[in-house]
């Protein structure tokens, strides 16, 4: 893809933004595969990504964000095996609905 190499860089961290930003990636990756494949305004984008084999957005921010994390956990440096773990530790738990990079874990 065209973009990808751009958006693709530190989706770890990014990953787990505001749906409208996410989007925004999302719909120009799906224009762009329209162009490409030359298919018509009636065609679902799901159907182009399935028969092209191209990953959406969201499920490349997941398992970016699992290989990073099992990088963490088998960090030789203790400071990192704290950053790794699924809560943060000394801070309460959350009770605003703000997504997390750690909540792509359990998606």
Do not use: E
């Not at 990504?49 to 290989?67: E, G, R």
């Amino acid at each position: 893809m065209l973009l990808k190499p751009i958006w693709d860089y530190g989706i770890q961290l990014w990953g787990s933004a505001k749906p409208t930003n996410i989007n925004r990636i999302h719909t120009y990756q799906s224009k762009t595969l329209r162009q490409i494949t030359n298919a018509p305004y009636y065609v679902f984008n799901h159907t182009l990504h399935h028969d092209l084999s191209i990953p959406f957005v969201t499920d490349v921010a997941k398992t970016h964000y699992k290989t990073f994390h099992n990088r963490l956990l088998n960090h030789r440096n203790p400071c990192m095996q704290d950053i790794s773990s699924l809560t943060i530790p000394g801070i309460s738990p959350k009770r605003l609905t703000r997504m997390w990079c750690r909540n792509l874990l359990n998606n």
